[in-house]
C-alpha cells in the first residue's frame, strides 16, 4: 500500500522498523526529504480521468433503439412529414440528454472520494510541528492525530493515548475501534482488524497519537476503493440488455421486411417511386416510434411510486430491475439493524432478565422470565446495576423530532445503551460527579466518584473479567453476599457467545471527604451485574427476510462485524442456522476466485469483510448468472455498488460515495423498503410487458396491410397505381395511429392495478427474451385479424370493378380502414389489461385511465374525419364516413376482443392439462 514497499504488511511491523523501511525517524522528515518525495511519488491527492462532456454527450447516440427512431425521423423527413419529424427527434433528444445526465452523475461517483481527503493535517517536520495542506504528505511524514481530525493518509500508529477512530464509513465496524501502536503478527489481516492503522478518510473520536505515513493517495486504502470504482464498468440492467436485444431484432425483421417489400414491388412491375414509397410505408407502420417514450414514462411512474415507499431511483431502468433480483447482498448494520446498541438481557444478583425496545427510544418492559417486572420494585441489585451504567457515562440522550429520526446518541453507542436502559426503568436523577478514571484499552475499565448523601459512591464498568477482579464481595436481594465469579464468567460467556458486548458493573461506598479518584481505590468493590448489548436486528426486517424467502430471494449479509455477531444477527432475522458456514475477511483473502465461485451457492453470511471482498463477491455471484442486488453505506461499498446489477445506498447513514455509486438510495436506511421496492419493481416489469404486447401487435397488423397491398396490388385493382389504386392506409395515418395509439391507449395500461401475489412468485429468468413463443403467437394473431379486418372493410367501401377508381370512394376506403384500425386497437385495449386473466375477471372501471384514453381516441378520430371540411385542412387525408360505414366498423373490429378472450382461455386450459400430466 505504499510506493516504496507496495506489498509490505505495515500492521506487522514494530515503529522501529517502520522508520527504518521508510528511511525516516519519530521526529519526521525535514523539508528538502520531504520535497524530494513529493517530487518521486506525487501528491496526496485521488486523480480521475473523465471524458469531456461532448464525448458523453455523443455516446448516448450509441443505442440501436436511438437508431430505430432517428430511422423513422429521416423516413418522416422524406415524405416531407415535418411536424411528425420533429416530434421524433424531440422523443431522441429528451432520452439523450437523460443519459447524458445520468452518465454525469455516475462519474460524480469518484470524484466524490475527494471530498473524503482531509485538507489540512499537523506534521512533524524539521523537528516542529507544522500545519500542512494534506495533499503535501508523503511516505515517511509524522502526522500528529487528535480528537475530532479525519485522518488524511494511511498511517501506521507508534503512540497513541486512549486513541480511538470511527471507520464505519470504510470497514463497516459500527462503534468506535480502539487503536494501539503494538504490531500484530497475522496476515492476510482485514482493515478493521488492524488496529495498528488509522486509515485515511476515517476520523479521530477520542484520545491522541502519532503515526508515520505508509500510504498516499491511490497507494491507501480509500485509494484501493477508488481504483476499483475506476476499473468497474457499470453493469447493464437486465431490462436495457433486453431492450438492446428486442430492438436488435426489430430492426432486422422491419429492414428484412421493407427490403423484400422494395423488391416484390419491382418485380411485379410497380415505378420505382412507388416501390420506395410503399417501402417506407410499411418501415413507418412497423417501428414503434411511441415505445421508447412509453418505457421512459413508465419507468418514471414507477420511480416515483417507490419514492412513496422510502427508494429513490437514480437511474430508471433500474426501477425495474429489482423486481428481476435473484439476490440481495446486504450489509447488517443500519440495514438489517437499527444501528443503535440496545441492552438486551441484564444479569444481577443472580437473576437473568430480558429487556423489550429496540434502539435508543427509551420505552421498553423488563422480563424475569416470561414475567413483566418493574424494576423500581426488585430486589436493590437489579436498580443499582442500572445506575452504575447511567452515572458511569459520558455520553447524551438527545430527544429530536420523530420526522428527525427521533432519539439520537451524542457520545459512544454503547453508552448510549446502557443510558437507555436506566431510562427505561425510570432513572433520570444524576448524581454530581466529582472526579473520573476515563476508559484506557489497557485497563478496560472506567470509574467515576459521585457525591451521594453521607457518603461518596464509586461506580466502575468494564470488561466482565476486569471488573470481576476488584471485587470481593456481591450484592444479592439487596443483601452483600460472597463474590460468586464462576456463574458471573459463565454467565458472561454466555452472552458473549450470543453475540452480546458485555459490560460488567461494580460499585464502593467511599467517605463523604474523598473527593478525588485514584486507581489505589478501586479494590474491594462490591459487583452489582451485567448488561448485554446488541445492534439488535429491525423487527420489519426480519418480516421482509420472510417475504424475500417466499419471492425466490436469496439474502446474504456482508458485514465488517465480527463472525459471531454476524452469526447471531443472521439466526434471528432466519437468514442461516447454526451449523450454517460463515465465512470471514481471513478465509476470503486466502481463497482463490475459483474457490469463491464455488462458496457462493452455499454461504449466505461474510463477516469481517473488505471493500475487496465485498467486490468479489458480487463478481462471482454475477458469474454465476444471479442478478445482484447490493447495499452499502460506506465508501467501502462503492466498487460493489457500482459492480452490482442494481447499488442500493443509504440515505441517512450512507456517504455521498455510496450515494453517487448506486441506482437507488434507501431515504429511511430500511432493508423492509427494499422489499417493498421488489415489489413495485416486478408490477413495473408487468405493466412494461403489457405495453410491449399491445403495442407491438398493433404495429405488425399495421404492417401485413401494408404488405398484403403490394401483393395483391398485381391481381387486385384497388392497390394497382397504374389504375389510380392506393395503398388500404396512408403513411401519416399509420404515423397517427403510432403516435395517438402511444399516448392516449398504451400509456393507460401502466396504470392497471397490482395483480395479486406478485411476490409469492419466483423472479422470472434473467436469460427470458420478451420475444418468446407467447409473445409471436399474439402478435401474429393480433396482426393478422387487424390487416383482415382493414382489407375487408377497405374492399366493402369501394369494391374495386374494371373501371376507373372514383378518388372520393377511395378516399372513403382509406378513412373507413384507417378508423377500422383505430376500433380493432381499442378491442385489443380492453383485453391486453391482462396478459393471462380474462377481461371479465375484472371491473372494467378499474382502472379509469383505459376509459379516459378510450374516449379521447375516438374524439379524436372523429375530429380528424368531420373537421377538416370546417376548418380547411386536411393533413390526415380523410374523407366523412356514413352511419352504414360506421356499423359495418364496428361489426368488423368488434370480433377481435372476442379472439383474444378465447386465446387466453385455450392457453390456460393447456397450460392446466399439461400441469397435471407433469403431476401424473
Known sequence: MNPVHPDTRWYQLSAEEVFDALETRSEGLTSSEAQARLVQYGSNELKFKKRGPLIRFLMQFHSSLIYVLLFAALVTIILDLWMDATVILAVVLANTIIGFIQEGKAETAAEALKNLMTPKCTVLRDGVQQVLPARELVPGDVVLLGEGDKVPADLRLFYTKNLSATEAALTGESVPVRKTSNPILMSDLVPADQYCMAFSGTFITSGSGRGVVVGTAEHTELGRIAELMKETRKTVTPLTRKMADFTRFLVTIILAIAALNFVLALVFGFPLVYAFLASVSLAVAAIPEGLPAILTITLALGAMAMARKNALIKNLP??????????????????????????????????????????????GAFFLGTTAINPEQESEELIETLRAGYLCNNASLIEGKEKEGGYSIIGDPTEGALLVSARKAGLTTRLRRLDELPFVSEQRYMATLHEGTGRNLIYVKGSPERVVG???????????????????????????????????????????????????????????????????????????????????????????????????????????????????????????????????????????????????????????????????DGVNDAPALKAADIGIAMGITGTEVSKEAADMVLTDDNFASIVAAVEEGRYLYENIRKVILYTLPTNGGQTLLVLGAILLAYNLYLFDPHLGGRLPIEPVQILWINLVDAVALALPLIREPKEEGLLERPPRDPKERITDSPFFKKVGIVSLVMALTGFLVFYLICPGEHEPLDELRLTQAQTAAFTTVMLVHLCYLFTARSITESAFTFSPFSNKWVLIGAAVTLGLQLTIIYAPPYIGINPLRTAPLSLECWLAMIMVALPMFFIIEGEKFLTKRLERRKGRRQIS
Open 318 to 363: 433500474a426501477a425495474e430491475t429489482l423486481g428481476v433480483a435473484t439476490v440481495i447482498c446486504t450489509d447488517k448494520t443500519g440495514t438489517l439493524t437499527k444501528n443503535q446498541m440496545t441492552v438486551a438481557r441484564i444479569y444481577a444478583g443472580g437473576k437473568d432478565y430480558t429487556v423489550s425496545g429496540v434502539g435508543y427510544e427509551p420505552r
Open 470 to 632: 476488584m471485587c470481593q464481595n456481591q450484592l444479592v436481594n439487596g443483601r452483600t453476599e460472597p463474590l460468586r465469579s464462576q456463574e458471573i464468567r459463565a454467565t458472561a460467556d454466555g452472552m458473549a457467545g450470543a453475540a452480546l458486548r458485555v459490560l460488567g458493573m461494580a460499585y464502593k461506598l467511599v467517605p463523604s471527604e474523598k473527593k478525588e479518584l485514584n486507581r489505589d481505590d478501586l479494590h474491594g468493590l462490591t459487583f452489582l451485574g451485567l448488561q448485554g448489548m446488541i445492534d439488535p436486528p429491525r423487527e420489519e426486517a426480519i418480516e421482509a427476510v420472510k417475504k424475500c424467502k417466499r419471492a425466490g430471494i436469496r439474502v446474504i449479509m456482508i458485514t465488517g462485524d465480527h463472525a459471531w455477531t454476524a452469526r447471531a444477527i443472521a439466526q434471528q432475522l432466519g437468514m442461516s442456522g447454526e451449523e450454517d458456514r460463515v465465512l470471514t475477511g481471513e478465509e476470503l483473502s486466502r481463497m482463490s476466485d475459483d474457490e469463491l465461485y464455488a462458496a457462493v451457492d452455499t454461504v449466505s453470511v461474510y463477516a469481517r469483510a473488505s471493500p475487496e471482498h465485498k467486490f468479489r463477491i458480487t463478481t462471482q455471484l454475477r458469474r454465476k448468472g444471479e442478478i445482484i442486488a447490493v447495499t452499502g
